[in-house]
């Protein structure tokens, strides 16, 4: 009779059975290559003028995409440094600041601010006077 192997002993090797392929690494772009909804929104972003605000969903309207709004958030998010974006101009849909309090807020308020925008101390925006109308983009 053979000997009960030790545990932990090296045992024939045997695959890996995985339900999920292994994850392909993406690409990593080069500053300035963006997929086309990115780059025009980019565009957007840095057309938005000093002192007028525009909302998520306007900016995805004005990039081709009016359902785009949360793609405009994450574009904001991980691209705003990089690309030295305005981001304290793009507020919510409501004319409010978007950001927890003291998870952005007040900074979006101060720049607003510093630029003449009214902003209560709720994070409101009147919209009907600081609104920017950008020329809408038709999709290809």
Wanted: hydrophobic share 40%.
């Amino acid at each position: 009779m053979a000997a009960p192997a030790r545990r932990g002993a090296p045992g024939p090797k045997v695959p890996r059975l995985s339900r999920h392929p292994r994850p392909t690494r993406k690409r990593s772009r080069r500053r300035g290559e963006y997929a086309p909804f990115t780059a025009r929104a980019l565009a957007v972003l840095k057309a938005i003028p000093r002192g007028k605000v525009a909302t998520y969903g306007l900016v995805a309207a004005a990039a081709g995409s009016p359902l785009g709004a949360r793609q405009v958030v994450r574009i904001l998010h991980s691209l705003s440094r990089r690309e030295r974006l305005p981001w304290h101009r793009v507020i919510g849909g409501r004319g409010s600041i978007s950001l927890p309090r003291g998870l952005g807020f007040e900074t979006q308020r101060a720049l607003l601010r510093r630029e003449g925008v009214k902003v209560t101390p709720e994070g409101r925006v009147d919209l009907v006077r600081y609104l920017w109308r950008p020329a809408l983009a038709t999709e290809d």
